[in-house]
């Protein structure tokens, strides 16, 4: 991986550690999961959220109002009367839109109030997030590196020369070369110890790597 901003792909924040300058793999999916995963850890401050809610709603009542005089106006106007109702349907909208500008006005103030709390908040997610997708990095760096291994391709081929090309998962004959692959029955993440271990290797076509493979998070090719 060549090094190049960290922001460039997906806008990960760089971590506590800022003079680290790793490229890091995390397309828009994967940071909202990532995301959504340093949320359960740092979950957002109660009046944090109260606020982040009122600042959005705020802004519904007077819109609504304004939409609804209008439409109010519209109506008298072309039913040629357009006098008196006109005066209290722009009351209506005056009437309602200025008393939520000041709520608004106070959400502001509010906010205001909660910005230290929200930025040591959306600094604690962005540090785990960065971890997270560090994380993320290294595991796909390591996994490149042990697919990749003169180790692994040898015990592969051992594999596939003794086993055949019968898948172990449903029994049918692997016609097609790409679809053959040799799967770690205990996953290299948990049990690395047994990375290279025969006894651990089976070939399994690659509809059924893959089905075990979501469970097991990584697949081997
Ligand atoms: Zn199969």
Not at 55 to 66: D, E, M, Q, R
Not at 159 to 177: F, L, S
Request: aromatic letters at 6%.
């Amino acid at each position: 991986m060549s090094a190049e901003s960290p922001n460039s792909h997906a806008g990960v924040a760089e971590g506590e550690g800022g003079g680290s300058r790793r490229a890091l793999l995390v397309t828009g999916r994967v940071k909202r999961r990532l995301e959504r995963e340093s949320l359960r850890h740092h979950p957002k401050p109660t009046l944090v959220g109260i606020v982040d809610f009122l600042a959005k709603a705020v802004w519904v009542t007077p819109v609504v109002a304004l939409l609804l005089a209008t439409s109010l106006a519209f109506d008298r106007f072309n039913e040629g009367a357009w006098s008196g109702e006109i005066a209290w349907a722009f009351a209506l909208g005056v009437g309602v839109a200025l008393p939520s500008l000041g709520v608004a006005l106070v959400v502001r103030l509010l906010r205001a109030g909660t910005r230290s709390a929200r930025s040591s908040w959306q600094g604690n997610v962005n540090t785990m997030l960065y971890a997270l997708a560090m994380r993320r990095q290294e595991t796909i760096e390591e996994r490149n590196a042990f697919y990749s291994s003169s180790e692994w391709r040898q015990m592969r081929q051992e594999v596939i020369a003794e086993d055949g090309a019968n898948c172990n998962g449903c029994g049918r004959q692997i016609a097609e070369a790409i679809d053959v692959t040799v799967d770690h029955r205990r996953p290299r993440s948990r049990y690395p110890e047994l990375a290279l271990e025969r006894s651990n290797l089976q070939v399994l076509c690659r509809a059924c790597n893959s089905r075990k493979g979501a469970r097991d998070e990584f697949a081997s090719p």
